[in-house]
């Protein structure tokens, strides 16, 4: 009965390269949303996803971020030529139902360090 | 931009206090969603109220839904060193594709 799972749980980067943060959401939940976590900023909605669509991308940066929720596999989050403002933990939350109003289930998260 | 402004920002308390905290927002929310978050991991639901005006209790907790579904309060009775920890509330927008917006959150810590 895994809940949601985030790999890996900690990602160094030089600047420049590019990170890839998968998530696997709980079984047969097919909603799955992507939050950026600052120290004293709170979490950030960045994308919602279902499978093989992007509902939702109003909080992704315009350049370098993108998202993906394949029909098979997990969700991925990639963002490319990394600078170190993006070092953050990010969260991937999964529920059953759109509007779901029985709440959502985090991740542990990737904790991403730019160096 | 829906805003939640989370109260106090910190608070310390001894064990066996009572202790009341905030959410706040001049949006209406169709639903709003307390969850608790430890260090090295992710936010863990503990609530969800629906209905303006609405109680629900978790053992010490008790959390109400504001009449006009704006805000929210948090209320521990009798404070363990085991709540100690980040209490973040979550507000899900209205209509189609809704997704939720948290506050900032409020650190807690219970001294033994």
């Known amino acids: 009965n895994a809940g949601v799972m985030q790999n890996p749980r900690h990602l160094v980067r030089r600047r420049g390269q590019e990170a890839r943060l998968r998530c696997s959401p709980m079984k047969g939940h097919s909603h799955v949303y992507w939050y950026r976590q600052l120290p004293e900023e709170g979490l950030k909605f960045m994308v919602y996803l279902q499978k093989e669509n992007i509902i939702d991308e109003s909080g992704m940066p315009k350049e370098r971020f993108s998202a993906e929720f394949p029909k098979e596999g997990p969700s991925i989050l990639r963002i490319q030529q990394v600078v170190r403002g993006d070092s953050a933990a990010y969260f991937c939350?999964?529920?059953?139902?759109?509007?779901?109003?029985?709440?959502?289930?985090f991740g542990s998260g990737t904790r991403l360090t730019v160096v | 931009t829906q805003l939640l402004e989370q109260s106090p920002q910190f608070l310390s308390i001894q064990e066996g206090e009572n202790l009341t905290v905030y959410c706040n927002s001049s949006s209406v929310f169709s639903s709003l969603q307390w969850y608790r978050q430890e260090p090295g991991e992710g936010p863990v639901l503990l609530v969800t109220v629906v209905t303006g005006g609405e109680v629900k209790k978790l053992k010490r907790l008790t959390f109400q839904f504001g009449d006009a579904r704006k805000d929210s309060s948090l209320h521990i009775t009798a404070a363990q060193p085991g709540d100690t920890g980040l209490y973040l509330c979550?507000?899900?927008?209205?209509?189609?594709?809704?997704?939720?917006?948290f506050g900032k959150g409020i650190t807690l810590s219970v001294r033994p």
């Open positions: 979550a507000g899900e927008s209205t209509g189609a594709n809704s997704k939720l917006t």
């Open positions: 939350a999964s529920s059953p139902l759109a509007g779901d109003s029985y709440g959502y289930t």
